[in-house]
């Protein structure tokens, strides 16, 4: 099977930045996706191809990719961002088509 | 308004059967690739089936030969059948939007997700 590795968790206080990581050996030769998913709520995109934003998504979110591990940036952290985030890929030969990573919970101090 | 909306969740016994549905609106459903992804409460996401424009399907090892993806396009409808159901199928099914890329690196990814509906399967 492929997996998607992030940390089950992430704490920041507010104003700082916050970092979460994905790692997976296909990720040099797939593109990641991250979404956001609050209690109770569906998932929703933030960051798609490594790097690229949504519209109405807020400028503090961005995403980059190295090697096989992707992160997603949320720099000047808000309460509102408190959340689960998931990365999202595929591997490379086309056996694992959609693959998520287990979740990382930020939690805004 | 652009939206996806899931029906058909509830309680079912060990073995037994299922038929979900999901309901778009405010797009061309019929442009689109659909998914099914599941979720077990207090877990993390997982992918259940996909469904191509042209109706070709797509299933991890997980629910394959179990589960079934269609659509009908003329009704704006997904639907996922759910058959020899186990435990472990228990959880919040959701409906998605994907769009693909295609280039060298390019996949499925979800931008519209509906609210999802609750599967629950137990004696």
């Known amino acids: 099977s492929y997996e998607l590795t992030q940390p089950p968790s992430v704490s920041v206080s507010p104003g700082q930045t916050a970092r979460i990581t994905c790692s997976g050996d296909?990720?040099?030769?797939?593109?990641a996706y991250w979404y956001q998913q609050k209690p109770g709520q569906a998932p929703v995109l933030v960051i798609y191809k490594d790097s690229e934003r949504p519209s109405g998504i807020p400028e503090r979110f961005s995403g980059s990719s190295s090697g096989t591990t992707v992160t997603l940036t949320i720099s000047g952290v808000q309460a509102e961002d408190e959340a689960d985030y998931y990365c999202?890929?595929?591997?490379?030969?086309?056996?694992?088509?959609?693959?998520f990573g287990g979740g990382t919970k930020l939690t805004v101090l | 308004e652009v939206q996806l909306v899931e029906s058909g969740g509830g309680l079912v016994q060990p073995g037994g059967s299922l038929r979900l549905s999901c309901a778009a609106s405010g797009f061309t459903f019929s442009s689109y690739d659909m998914h099914w992804v599941r979720q077990a409460t207090g877990k993390g996401l997982e992918w259940v089936s996909a469904i191509g424009t042209a109706g070709d399907t797509y299933y991890p090892g997980s629910v394959k030969g179990r589960f079934t993806i269609s659509r009908e396009n003329a009704k704006n409808s997904l639907y996922l059948q759910m058959n020899s159901l186990r435990a472990g199928d228990t959880a919040v099914y959701y409906c998605a939007r994907a769009l693909y890329y295609y280039d060298s690196r390019g996949g499925w990814y979800f931008d519209l997700w509906g609210r999802g509906t609750l599967v629950t399967v137990s004696s």
């Open positions: 296909a990720l040099p030769k797939q593109y």
């Open positions: 999202q890929s595929a591997d490379s030969s086309g056996t694992y088509r959609v693959v």
